[in-house]
């Protein structure tokens, strides 16, 4: 196994390692899926979730071995960048990875402290009479709009992966999870409306958006409502396709 430890964590390797060993029966499982499982265990008092990645197929498993950093490495490496630019994230504890005598990856895995957090964007999605959805709206704006001036293209900008933590006084924090693809880049006002583009945003929450990044990047409203329109609806005209080409071809 090759292991590397956020410096804060350095001492507690043995502990790290031991619990990796044990993840398969040890732990609580919150999340299993078909391609990553995550759990959640204690390093000493501290509560922690471990994501497991499963061994790549044999293509993937030669890339991820020679020429491209490790779901795990770039969850821990972007983990890192977000933090070191006032974005907050669970902090990053390790990333692990098992590979075979030859260097080829088996299975990794990264481990961070585990966030309690309140709700995530998707709750507003499903319930138009939110507490406060207009609120956290604009503070959710707020921080995708510190994202992109971070340069951080987070290709996963989605419903589920963007933690909230209410702090009181209809304040906010948010958390971005699932790390590991993201592109670093100067982006562009289409690239920016682009980014929001998988949240399944309605009609009204498209508008509080809009209006809001227009105040913080100096453009108009309607020419971001515009692009923001287009981008969703052509995403939400892409999946259709893709869901029912699916079923067509489950027949």
């Known amino acids: 196994m090759r292991i590397t430890i956020h410096p804060k964590y350095k001492d507690q390797e043995e502990a790290i ?28 008092s501290k509560k922690i979730s471990i994501k497991f990645f499963q061994k790549p197929g044999i293509i993937k498993s030669f890339i991820y071995s020679f020429l491209r950093s490790t779901k795990a490495k770039r969850s821990f490496d972007n983990a890192n960048y977000l933090l070191g630019h006032s974005i907050l994230t669970p902090f990053p504890v390790a990333f692990i990875e098992e590979r075979s005598p030859l260097g ?36 959710f704006t707020e921080f995708t709009f510190k ?10 900008h989605s419903p589920g992966n963007t933690l909230i933590v209410k702090k009181g006084n209809s304040k906010y924090d948010f958390f971005l999870v699932d790390l590991n693809r993201m592109k670093f880049e100067n982006l562009s006002i289409e690239q920016r409306m682009d980014n929001f583009k998988k949240m399944w945003l309605s009609k009204g929450m498209v508008q509080i958006i809009a209006k809001k990044y227009a105040q913080l990047i100096d453009e108009t409203e309607d020419k ?27 027949k």
Do not use: W
Request: aromatic share 12%.
């Open 224 to 250: 971001l409502l515009s692009i923001l329109i287009e981008k969703s609806q052509q995403f939400k005209r892409k999946t259709a396709r893709k869901k029912y080409l699916k079923s067509r071809i489950g």
């Open 17 to 44: 390692l031991q619990l990796v060993k044990t993840f398969y029966g040890e732990g609580n499982l919150v999340m299993k899926g078909t391609r990553n499982s995550i759990k959640t265990n204690f390093l000493g």
């Open 104 to 139: 080829f990856l088996r299975e990794s895995f990264y481990i961070c402290h585990q966030l309690e957090y309140d709700f995530t964007i998707r709750e507003l999605i499903h319930d138009p009479f939110f507490p406060e959805r207009k609120e956290i709206l604009e503070q």
């Open 147 to 156: 994202i992109h001036e971070a340069n951080v293209n987070f290709l996963d």
